[in-house]
């Protein structure tokens, strides 16, 4: 079957038989309707998508959220996932909701502070891509400028890869397997008569560390 669907990888443990027969791991998002939306595949056998990473809800917000509030937006930061396989890739959730009225400045040709996330480095975990929602145009007479904004609610992912290593396995045997991830949220918000000045804000998210399966499947599910 995994031959039959292109999914054998070749590069696991190629000189090791017994253990040949590993899939690239995917999956396949399928709509209501039964069309497949998307597809996500892996290169790697250890280190993959999370499915709550790939469907993190609209308006989903978890009760270990931290709220974070300030004169012009609130924002509540969790992981995607509060459990954590080793070499899971999840999202470091952050939903705004900007009171009325504001913008904050999205990446693009202008003077203003984007919005971005830096995050701290750890030797536990691997950060990727910051994902951002699509933007809209806000001109300004005043300047003659046109610049891309986000307002209302949004939200932004910071995606992160919980490393296979030493440190991460130490941990999956330690009592507390808590990781706590922190960063530097930096803004500038402006509405259509005043911009504030760019600021910045410490974030952070909480997991816990969750241990491999190490079991094998009941005696009749083996295969003979």
Request: glycine share 2%; charged share 20%.
């Given at each position: 079957m995994i031959r039959s669907w292109g999914?054998?990888?070749e590069s696991a443990y190629p000189d090791d038989p017994s253990r040949q027969g590993i899939p690239h791991p995917g999956f396949f998002i399928i709509s209501r309707d039964g069309i497949v939306a998307e597809k996500h595949f892996e290169e790697s056998f250890r280190e993959r998508h999370s499915a709550s990473r790939l469907v993190?809800?609209?308006t989903e917000i978890p009760g270990g959220?931290?709220?974070?509030?300030?004169?012009?937006?609130?924002?509540?930061?969790?992981?995607s996932n509060p459990e954590v396989f080793p070499g899971n890739e999840i999202g470091l959730v952050l939903d705004f909701e900007l009171g009325e009225d504001l913008h904050a400045y999205a990446p693009g040709d202008h003077s203003y502070?984007?919005?971005?996330?830096?995050?701290?480095?750890s030797e536990l975990v691997r950060f990727g891509a910051l994902t951002l929602p699509e933007t809209k145009p806000f001109v300004f007479a005043p300047l003659e400028e046109t610049v891309p904004v986000f307002d209302g609610k949004f939200r932004v992912v910071?995606?992160?890869?919980?490393?296979?290593?030493?440190l991460v396995r130490a941990m999956t045997g330690a009592e507390d397997r808590t990781?706590?991830?922190r960063g530097t949220l930096s803004y500038q918000v402006c509405s259509s008569e005043i911009c504030y000045p760019p600021a910045q804000a410490a974030v952070r998210w909480r997991f816990d560390v969750r241990p491999l399966e190490t079991e094998r499947v009941p005696e009749d599910l083996r295969k003979k």
């Open positions: 999914l054998l990888n993190i809800g609209p959220a931290i709220e974070i509030a300030s004169d012009t937006f609130t924002l509540r930061t969790y992981p502070r984007a919005l971005d996330v830096t995050m701290e480095p910071q995606n992160a890869t919980l490393l296979v290593n030493e990781i706590e991830l």
